[in-house]
């Protein structure tokens, strides 16, 4: 697999180019501010088809958690799986979405498959007086 390097304008830079995600890993560094420090932060995985599909954090010791994502066949996360610092999965989400595609409950199980928690989400438009 070819690598790419991916070059970001400084801040105030005149650039609207879309990032292209297809097969995008962003890697976020800490740096000491000599920059003679340079610990790895996080680390974010697309597919080819441009979907988020692994998130690892990491500390310096070496991996806090990592999460995968997966999709249903309407193209929406259907999954979302987080393993501790040694890979074992901890918890998974399922999630169920609304006619305007936002989330609308989101159940999380242990890794046995206990239900743990339900979260419903409630969207509020504001009127903002005009």
């Known amino acids: ?9 400084a801040a105030g830079a ?3 180019q879309k990032i292209n995600k297809k097969n995008l890993v962003v890697k976020e560094w800490n740096t000491d501010p000599k920059g003679s420090s340079k610990v ?3 680390v974010t995985t697309f597919s080819a088809e ?3 599909i692994e998130e690892i954090e990491y500390s310096s010791s070496g991996q806090k958690w990592r999460k995968r994502f997966e ?20 918890t998974f989400k399922k999630f169920e979405f609304n006619e305007f595609g936002r989330k609308k409950v989101q159940y ?14 409630e969207y509020i438009a504001q009127d903002d007086g005009e």
């Open 40 to 42: 790895l932060d996080h």
């Open 14 to 16: 005149q650039q609207t």
């Open 71 to 90: 999709y249903g066949p309407d193209g929406r996360v259907s999954r979302e799986l987080v393993y501790d610092e040694r890979n074992r999965l901890q």
């Open 108 to 121: 999380t199980y242990n890794a046995k498959g206990k239900l743990l928690s339900i979260k419903q989400y």
């Open 50 to 52: 441009g979907k988020k």
């Open 1 to 9: 697999m070819a690598a790419a390097l991916l070059l970001i304008p």
